[in-house]
């Protein structure tokens, strides 16, 4: 089962990824009309995982540096080892990265740290995709939705 989770507070622009086109859905040759506008994958992340800002730069500056230590992620993203430290667990918790322990010759232990491949990637939030569509559909079928009258449409002009 893949871990899908909504964070409350205040969360910022997830990923540096240039939002979808304005262009409506209906005006794109051989799609269907559609009022449902297509997710960045900034919001989708956001939307499966609650993934903020930091914890995104955190997940990228891991790909450029595998095997990063917790102090090199923190001086590569310029914010405190504890802040850091706490977006390492949560990307690990969702599955993005693991960590692997290593023991110093003088005694001792570090941790590096490891991006999943962008497959993995792909496929885990994917499967995030599906499943929370399921629980979305679930969510509006199970809704107790008002009783309202039939009226005619207006005429259209």
Do not use: C
């Not at 009309?33 to 939307?47: A, F, G, I, K």
């Not at 903020?52 to 590569?76: F, H, M, Y």
């Not at 590096?112 to 079928?141: K, Q």
């Amino acid at each position: 089962m893949v871990p899908v989770s909504s964070r409350n507070g205040d969360r910022k622009t997830v990923l540096n990824v240039s939002p979808s086109s304005a262009e409506s859905a209906w005006e794109r040759p051989g799609e269907e009309s559609s009022p449902v506008t297509e997710p960045s994958l900034q919001e989708t992340v956001e939307t499966l995982f609650g993934l903020n800002e930091r914890d995104v730069e955190t997940l990228r500056a891991i790909q450029e540096e595998p095997g990063a230590t917790t102090n090199d992620v923190a001086e590569s993203v310029g914010r405190d080892r504890s802040n850091v430290n706490r977006s390492i667990s949560l990307l690990e918790e969702i599955g993005l990265v693991t960590r692997r322990r290593r023991i110093m010759e003088a005694g001792g232990f570090f941790y590096e740290h490891y991006a999943e491949s962008s497959e993995d990637i792909e496929a885990l939030l994917t499967e995030a995709v599906e499943e929370w569509a399921e629980r979305a559909v679930r969510t509006v079928a199970d809704h107790d939705w008002p009783e309202t009258e039939e009226t005619e449409s207006p005429p259209r002009i």
